[in-house]
């Protein structure tokens, strides 16, 4: 019994063209948030069908737009007369497609096996969005050497400053612990707050705080966040290469973004609150 006429969209050649395409998003990807001087290698199988970058890219827009954006090639190599983009030292630009004005340009080596960011403008710093910029207050400074440590490759520095906000907040939320509680609290929990405050381990300083200050939205499963933010910048700073230590930034940022935005929340919540109640009169 005949099956049929064979799916065209599951021929070889449809596979391989697929296959292409993917690498070519997974390039603009890379291009768009890897880190300078990192090989960006191909498949074999794939490597030699790739020549030119995908025709967009998804960015942070930095000016009017402050948010995520598709940006459009505007400019791009050509190399040998061709439409293929591989070269030394050549340069491909991309525009925001709904501002018309911000733009991103990168400079590169590409052939045949492998692709490497060399340069690019402005740098990465610029996709801080707003909010998070916000909810770190003091901290966005090392926030940004973070960002441009992991921009430059250099993945054991992106997380010892990702670590240090995690420890210079930590000791925030203990002092407004002490200053909202420590009337209130027994002589048992002063003691308890005085032994967490002064610990060498700051793992455990971190749980203590996290467990009376944190809301519940920065934990799963019966962990926080924060704990389990420095215990894995810990682990990659004594244990990882800079490869590996950037693969982990990367996992660690959304958290840590998602975290600061949730704290900083909570505590305009709580100081709304309470203004509002001091407000009330009888």
Known sequence: MSSGPPNPLNTP?????????????????????????TLHAFP???????????????????????KEQTFECTHRHTGRGSSNDHGWGELVAFRCRNCQTKQQKYWYVWNAKFFLKVGQVPELREAIEPKLNTALGDSRTLYRKAIRSRSFGFGIGALSYLRRIIEETTEKMMDLLREDKWESWTQVERDQFDLARNTYQYSQKISYAAGKILPAAVFAGGRDSFAALHDVTSSGLHGKTEEECIELFDQCNLIFTHSFRVLHQHKQEREDFAAQLLALKR
């Open 44 to 66: 074999e199988n794939v490597a030699g069908g790739i020549d030119q970058f995908p025709t967009t890219i998804q960015l942070f827009c930095a000016g009017d737009c402050q």
């Open 13 to 37: 050649v449809s596979r391989e063209h697929a296959a292409r395409e993917a690498e070519r998003i997974r390039l603009g990807e890379f291009l768009a948030t890897g880190p300078l001087y």
